[in-house]
């Protein structure tokens, strides 16, 4: 057996989390943001892996990008290594996405945009990581259930492990009531076996107060239930005939048309870009974002450099108020220009896409990944300035897309919703 350190001092409401190990079968981490939950679902996996030698287990994530910016570097920070030079693990196969752990245990990796991906494997454990952001978590999470009945290979290493133990848990800022995900843990008919351990982001002892103080200054109601405190809790209805199930997917764009990027500049409120991919049928796709505060010019400049070579080249449209950043842009050689459209006809164009194009499909699509446009567009009220720093790069980008295609009829047929007011 390897000499490994593995870094790791669980704060107070983790401890429950992790001495339940063997007793409940399905464990929610339900936490707010930055509350140590994806650390703690790290830590899990290694302990089930140490202790079960020959185990097999399987890590899933909304999508395969989760794997580089989440998981692995959790991995890595529990063990003071990178993930291929760690005597944890003998083996990273980047091909089929597997680790092999130096007693024989084996960790599987799958992205869960298609529910299926879980199926044909016997599992011993599971972890999923931002379960609320799976498109079709119910079918998802039962796929996993129907896996989890023993793979036959793992050993305990101690007395105190049961034999042929399962377990899955799963770790994630939580959703609205009535989800899938809440409905298994702690709706009116919660499984029997499932339980809930919940933690807000001022339990976390490690995170900076300044952090702890911007997420709560910045979030509040439903969003302050959730993203602050852990609690499952409605959000308002937007302006936008958004819905998450329709018009969040895990997707391959088809064949590309055009790629096109959209720049709100902000300070105090956040910079968001977004970059969009468009088909030969005029749908968009919004394939990534960048989303943070007191961004400094060179870093947004290069997040749109990064962006270029990721998606290829595309016209950056950008909020045309800040003609300087814009002449910095191009001066950096990127195709920058300012958004001309009036607002109320981007918000019109942004809104019919959202509609049935008579073809049973949408003109516009999002992924997964964009968890700060996803939160706006459910947030919008178009007679408002706020929750508008992504959806009005959206907003740039689709009414720029419109300028470089030669289209410039705006759509009909669509008005925003209006706010729901209390008789008197």
Not at 127 to 153: Q, Y
Not at 393 to 409: C, D, F, P, Q, W
């Amino acid at each position: 057996m390897p000499e490994v350190f593995i870094n790791y001092y669980p704060h107070p409401k983790q401890l429950p989390f992790h001495e339940d190990r063997y007793e409940v079968k399905y464990r929610g981490l339900i936490a707010g943001t930055g509350a140590g939950k994806s650390k703690a679902g790290a830590k899990e996996a290694l302990d089930w892996a140490w202790e079960n030698p020959g185990s097999i287990g399987l890590i899933a994530a909304p999508a395969f990008r989760k794997f580089r910016e989440i998981v692995v570097p959790a991995f890595e920070g529990l063990l003071n290594s990178k993930i291929d030079a760690t005597p944890f693990f003998t083996n990273f196969n980047r091909m089929e996405m597997s680790l092999d752990v130096f007693n024989g245990s084996k960790i599987w990796m799958v992205g869960l945009d298609k529910p299926e991906a879980s199926e044909g494997m016997n599992l011993d454990w599971a972890w999923v990581d931002e379960a609320r952001l799976i498109p079709k978590f119910g079918d998802a999470w039962d796929s996993i259930r129907r896996r989890l009945r023993g793979s036959g290979l793992g050993k305990p290493l101690d007395e105190y492990v049961p034999e042929n133990a399962v377990g899955a848990w799963i770790t994630t800022t939580p959703d609205a009531p009535g989800s899938a995900l809440h409905d298994f843990f702690e709706g009116r008919d919660k499984d029997p076996e499932a339980k809930v351990y919940r933690m807000s982001i001022m339990d976390n002892p490690h995170l900076p107060q300044d952090f702890i103080e911007g997420i709560k200054r910045t979030h509040t109601g439903g969003l302050y239930d959730r993203f602050v405190l852990g609690i499952f809790a409605a959000v308002g209805s937007g302006s936008f005939e958004f819905d998450y199930s329709i018009h969040v997917q895990g997707f391959k764009p088809p064949e590309l048309r055009n790629i096109v990027f959209g720049v709100d500049f902000g300070w105090t409120n956040p910079s968001a870009i977004v970059a969009i991919a468009l088909d030969g049928d005029n749908r968009a796709y919004v394939v990534d974002e960048f989303y943070q505060n007191r961004v400094s010019e060179q870093t947004l400049i290069n997040e749109c450099r990064r962006l270029k070579e990721k998606w290829g080249d595309g016209v950056f449209w950008c909020d045309s108020s800040e003609p300087r950043t814009i002449s910095a842009l191009n001066i950096q050689g990127l195709d920058a220009r300012g958004n001309d459209s009036k607002r109320d006809d981007g918000i019109r164009e942004v809104g019919g896409r959202f509609l049935d194009a008579g073809d049973g499909k949408r003109r516009l699509y999002i992924s997964p990944e964009c968890v700060n446009l996803i939160e706006e567009l459910q947030l919008y009220k178009a007679e408002k300035k706020e929750h508008d720093h992504a959806v009005d790069a959206l907003r740039y980008a689709v009414m720029g897309a419109k300028t470089v295609s030669g289209e410039i009829e705006v759509l009909s047929g669509w008005r925003p919703r209006a706010s729901k007011r209390k008789r008197r």
